[in-house]
């Protein structure tokens, strides 16, 4: 019996000492780590200790569920399709009656004449992942693959991950998570955000950048009574009061083809516009780019050019001469900090698909620190009584208990840090909970030893024979807590989570402390030769 | 220090009475669930989508002057709730598109225009998509019968096939009680509470555990007397166990009850409610439905034993 005992009395002991490395970064001020356990660690496989990680109901911050509306993801492509085509077509000098895109991932083509049929060979043979089918005697209707729209929309949504990451990295956030979810959400986490609005502002926008000549030999008027000239699309100018809100809209009649794109923009930079009143974003084209926007401002000399993002007008200034060297400015009566933000997604570049944020949890850092100290409170309060009542009620068994109790919260904080679970409001709020049941298998135990007593058995077979009567109602009872925790954890979302989780953390770690942990001290008091148990 | 000591309480005597309580509270959880089905009940915006703010003022707001103000910013269908001496406010609008993002930036505008008297922060707001909490209702279904199947097998396996039914039985018994108060109180089911309905649905169980333990150990082991003595005595030994940890964790979800704030009110609450009607049920409802299913089973006295046998 001594030598078990001593080798339970190390496992207890080891248990407790880890749970205690594992909480030291957890302890305000962070006491540093032993110099030993940097030998230690490698040999135990124990992972590097870090403070325990707080879900954001917690610390403040941001919670967002994007969806990517992978649909419009294809759309562009095709639409990226049509033109490609379309250039082709003219360069080759092919007589087309009608180019376009059908529905979401289709193209049609009609021709003028069957001859210039054939002539269209050449051209969408470089396109194999389309299907075609004749459409009658002149048109072609070009069908993407399943395999090839998948592959669009699997790749839209990998590109969003990449382009939102550097839009987060450049706002400055401690700790962000960006990680996809399922086939077409993201989920972003910004922990201790201080501007959620901004950081709204900054994420949802798709930041499509498109330059476009203003249509200047239709009317407007008849436009925006209806007759849309073919070719040509109405979009706004929106003047913003401070608050955001629209005060004042211009239409223009832009021609619908987009000369550039946001693509070839290498860095953008925010800056004070020439009246030092706002600021504006100064942008640098990579080489192709300078050589396109010259060729285009070289071309339309005297007329305006659009600057559209996201499908709105920041400005349609007039071209005073060819611009070379790349060079282009976005105005728009600017905050510096508008200017600096939407120079940091331009840098990082539009979003390959547009994205929807379809939730959005929002806590403050202040509503954080009170539910910590609230959670905290409870807990303590929790335990306080717990810890009285079972002292005063089975006496030295119960301050053993307590022991138990206090190891078991030790080791619940030690194995939440080694995992890096996420501590959650309603995770504290299962802690308590275990608190509660956590006496239950001292209780149990602690009975059968009281019968066992009751019929005139001694201390030390009282104790063995109480533990091991109480021990099929206790593994019983903790597999359906256990079942209720897994449930809860496999189909819960974010708090909920952090509830199962502390819940069957203290499930299992109450097995191992009520049982084995005291145990231990009642063996050893046996041992030391007690003959009468204070229970 | 003993609290109840050796008692000697006839629980299956009170059985009929108990039955009775039990099956209108149960009918009142049915028809809760029933009205939860039909989208009639106070479902939370984490299941129906919408959107909720807490901000806290520098002093104390009238209500109604909230209410109006929301009002004519076009939030007129929001409730509200009032915490720390009129200070912090809680405001909740369920979803009436498919679209809520931006809802909790324009609340916390129209505030800051109707209040600029009376500076506030803003502490927290939830955005969720319809969308988002169609899935979680799917979720917390699953999440209920999954947990539910599981325990049901679970004791299934380790008990004879009655005592499984009699548990599963007792621990609807619990959460339909619980969802029912609930129900007739117009509490908001949110997922925590959900949370907690299933906690206690795990709570209850060890409780009916713990007696069915007893009641087997008494028939493998020993006795004379009849089946009703037996349940009895065996509800009578554990009592000062079912005592003692319904306390100590009724101790301890009263301390967040108490102390917790906000979020966890309802959800302790709810877990208050089932500790209590999951200790009466391990008692009166699911030894209860063992002693009469056996009494009614055809002679009773030999199949009582032979079972008795087999259990183990």
Known sequence: MKRHLTWRAGLVAAAALLSFVYIIPSIPGFAPLPGWWRYVRPLIFAPPPEPISLGLDLQGGMHLVLEVDTDKAVEIVVERRVAEIRRAVEREGIAVETLERRGTNQIFLEVKGERALGQLEQILGNYPEMARSQRGATGLLLTQSAREVAAIQERAVEQNVEKLRNRVDEFGVREPLIQREGDRRIIIQLPGIKDPERAIKLIGKTALLEFKLVDEQHSLEEALAGEVPEGSEILYQNTLDPQGRVVQRFAFLLEKKTLLTGDVITSARARPSDPASDFEVSLQFDREGAKIFEEITRKNVRRRLAIVLDGNIYSAPVINEPIAGGQAQITGRFTPEEARDLAIILRAGALPAPVEVIANLTVGPLLGQDSIRAGLQASILAGVLVI??????????????????????????????????????????????????????????????????????????????????????????HITALITAMALFLFGSGPVRGFAVTLGLGVLINLFTATVGTKVVFDWLILRGMKRISI | MEIVGKTNIDFLGLRRVAFIGSTLMVLLGLI??????????????????????????????????????????????????????????????????????????????????????????????????????????????????????????????????????????????????????????????????????????????????????????????????????????????????????????????????????????????????????????SVFVASAIVYEWRVRGRRPGVRAKRQAQSLH
């Open chain 1, 388 to 477: 009285l009542v079972m002292a005063v009620y089975y006496r030295l068994a119960g301050l053993i208990a307590d022991m138990a109790l206090f190891l078991n919260l030790v080791m619940m904080l030690g194995v939440l840090a080694g995992i890096q679970a996420t501590l959650t409001l309603p995770g504290i709020a299962g802690i308590a909970l275990t608190v509660g049941l956590a006496v239950d298998s001292n209780v149990l135990i602690f009975e059968r030893i009281r019968e066992e007593l009751k019929v005139g058995k001694t201390a030390r077979s009282a104790i063995d024979s109480g533990y091991s009567k109480a021990w099929v109602t206790i593994i019983d009872s």
């Open chain 2, 32 to 281: 809760a669930s029933v009205q939860i089905a039909r989208g009639q009940a106070n479902l939370g915006i984490d299941f129906v989508g919408g959107t909720s703010v807490q901000v806290l003022f520098e002093r104390p707001v009238d209500l109604g002057e909230v209410r109006r103000v929301l009002a004519a910013g076009g939030f007129a269908d929001s409730e509200l709730q009032q915490f720390v001496g009129g200070r912090r406010l809680f405001i909740r609008m369920k979803a009436s598109g498919e679209s809520v993002a931006g809802t909790g930036a324009k609340i916390k505008e129209t505030l800051t225009q109707g209040f600029s008297d009376n500076p506030f922060i803003l502490e927290s707001s939830n955005e969720v998509g319809p969308v988002i909490g169609r899935e979680l209702q799917v979720a917390a279904l699953w999440a209920i019968v999954i947990s539910l199947l599981g325990i049901v097998t679970y004791i299934a396996w380790r008990f004879e096939f009655r005592f499984g039914i009699a548990a599963t039985v007792a621990t609807f018994h619990d959460v339909l009680v619980v969802l029912g108060i609930f129900f007739l109180m117009g509490k908001e089911i949110t997922l925590l509470i959900v949370t907690a309905l299933l906690t206690l649905a795990g709570y209850s169980l060890t409780d009916t555990v713990v007696v069915f333990d007893r009641i087997r150990e008494n028939f493998r082991a020993r006795r004379r007397g009849s089946l009703a003595e037996i349940i009895n005595a065996s509800i009578n030994e554990v009592l000062s166990r079912t005592i003692m940890t319904s306390l100590t964790t009724l101790l301890a979800i009263f301390a967040i009850f108490l102390l917790g704030g906000e979020v966890l009110r309802d959800f302790s609450l709810a877990l208050l409610f089932g500790i209590v009607v999951g200790t009466y049920s």
